[in-house]
């Protein structure tokens, strides 16, 4: 027992003595991490020993000759941290193993097929804060880290997105970048890719192709902010996104089928956009939704918004719904539309295309002029009479006070075809007649066209007194039939 307790003494002593004899003088080491950060080093430390794990080489003046060959053999390293040195291409020769990569903060313009090629296990690589542009990047380079999953590349100088990324990608940073077009190959077998984020670009409708995202099957985050983007994107991958940015763009219109197949779509951001209205149905699609937002825009509350404060009061406490508050009229101006009373709301008057008979008012007023006492002229058709054809723009009936009209009850016709008949003659102004059925008979049409020469001999004891010369045909009577 005695002896196995020196033993595990004496281990440990070789163990300690073991590090700190491979640490480099520049360096300072603790168990797996060598810390050669910020110590104005132009080049990596020789001596690198196997068995440390993560190499602390930032904030440094490193550039990219100081980067020895011995140092790609180091095959225990996994991570580096190289971030704020003066690199200006990708360097070669790091360790063959490494798994985390941080480059960002330098001034890296290129990117070579070879460099990434001698890093076969590299997993996530950060490149954000350089200066890489579209054509510093060799043609699928990225895919010759064939185990790259993260790739970030954000505040670089990008136009479009790189070609040729790895299959097994699974997170893609890109915002802050100068990308204005996406072409349709650039997400082609990049089935496996779950984040999206491309905010701060240069993005339009045009500078996207319609089928870009179709093969990103497994996207559950796409993030477009702060593009200047007028609609949503087309063909947005359904199946699995959840969360969807697009707010910080110049959208003044939302497509009512925009987002109908986003069915598991829980989060959707549209604040900042121009949008001054939504088409009634533009979220029946999110069943999953529990989360929108859409802040800072300019809301219209006119009519188009009522549909708007239906729904907002039929949501369940589940979904968070924040930012519609009306900006316009001013009246209602910084009001949240969920409680605007529907009073507040101004609508057109609607005005109907009616045809110019139906316009007339179904009650006639009586003119205040001398109205000679009505005739009550009982009438029964005779049997003979042939059918006409009816007016073809019958008028409404005038509906007369009961001083003004005399009727007598017509006794109960024994037979259809020999109903009888009342007809009220009301003479106005001594140039209009009205006449009223008291019971509709089928032949009451050509008993009028009988009547033709009874009514002008009318017109002629009730035209004025001292009129010699023949009625012109404006002041020739004329009358409406009443059903």
């Avoid at 330098?106 to 490149?127: D, Y």
């Avoid at 069943?287 to 009522?306: A, E, G, P, Y």
């Avoid at 009505?374 to 723009?393: N, R, Y």
Wanted: proline residues 8%; aromatic residues 6%; glycine residues 4%.
């Amino acid at each position: 027992m005695f002896l196995r307790s020196w033993i595990t003494i004496l281990l440990g002593l070789h163990v300690q003595f073991y590090w700190a004899a491979s640490c480099p003088d520049e360096c300072r080491c603790d168990r797996t991490f060598i810390y050669c950060n910020e110590r104005s080093l132009t080049s990596v430390p020789l001596g690198i020993q196997e068995g440390y794990k993560t190499l602390y080489l930032h904030n440094n003046q490193i550039n990219n000759a100081g980067f020895p060959v011995e140092l790609h053999n180091v095959a225990s390293v996994e991570t580096v941290y190289l971030y704020g040195n003066q690199l200006d291409e990708f360097p070669l020769n790091l360790p063959k193993n490494v798994r985390v990569l941080h480059l960002q903060e330098n001034n890296i313009q290129t990117i070579s097929r070879a460099a990434l090629a001698q890093l076969l296990k590299l997993e996530e690589l950060h490149l954000d804060d350089n200066s890489i542009s579209t054509v510093g990047v060799e043609e699928a380079a990225f895919r010759e880290a064939i185990s790259l999953k993260l790739l970030f590349l954000t505040k670089n100088h990008l136009s479009s997105v790189p070609i040729g990324l790895p299959v097994d990608l699974k997170e893609l940073r890109l915002d802050e970048n100068r990308i204005a077009v996406i072409a349709e190959e650039a997400f082609k077998n990049v089935t496996e890719l779950e984040r999206l984020i491309l905010d701060g670009n240069l993005l339009t409708d045009e500078g996207i192709a319609p089928d870009t995202f179709q093969d990103l099957v497994n996207l559950r985050e796409l993030s477009m902010a702060r593009n200047s983007l007028t609609v949503p994107p087309s063909n947005l991958p359904a199946e699995f996104l959840v969360k969807l940015n697009l707010q910080d763009n110049q959208m003044n219109e939302i497509p009512v089928t925009s987002f109908s197949s986003l069915r598991q779509l829980e989060k959707l951001d549209i604040s900042n956009n121009q949008l001054q209205s939504l088409t009634e149905g533009v979220f029946d699609g999110l069943f999953s939704l529990r989360q929108l937002t859409v802040r800072n825009n300019l809301w219209h509350c006119d009519c188009n918004i009522k549909w708007v404060i239906v729904w907002l009061k039929s949501l369940p406490g589940t979904l968070n719904v924040r930012g519609f508050m009306c900006q316009k009229p001013e009246k209602v101006r910084g009001m949240v539309i969920r409680e605007l009373n529907m009073d507040l709301i101004q609508c057109p008057n609607s005005t109907l295309s009616v045809p110019r008979f139906t316009q007339l008012p179904t009650h006639l007023p009586l003119p205040t002029t001398t109205t000679r006492p009505a005739w009550v002229v009982p009438f029964s058709p005779p049997v003979d009479l042939a059918p006409s054809t009816p007016p073809s723009h019958p008028l409404p009936p005038p509906t007369l006070s009961g001083d003004s009209e005399q009727r007598t009850k017509p006794p109960n016709p024994p037979d259809r075809d020999r109903d009888a008949l009342q007809i009220s003659f009301h003479v106005v102004n001594g140039t209009c007649i009205q006449m009223r059925s008291i019971t509709t008979v089928q032949e009451t049409i050509q008993f009028v066209q009988r009547l033709r020469l009874s009514l002008l001999l009318l017109a002629l004891i009730t035209r004025p007194l001292g009129q010699s010369k023949p009625l012109s045909r404006t002041q020739a009577p004329h009358f409406y039939w009443l059903d």
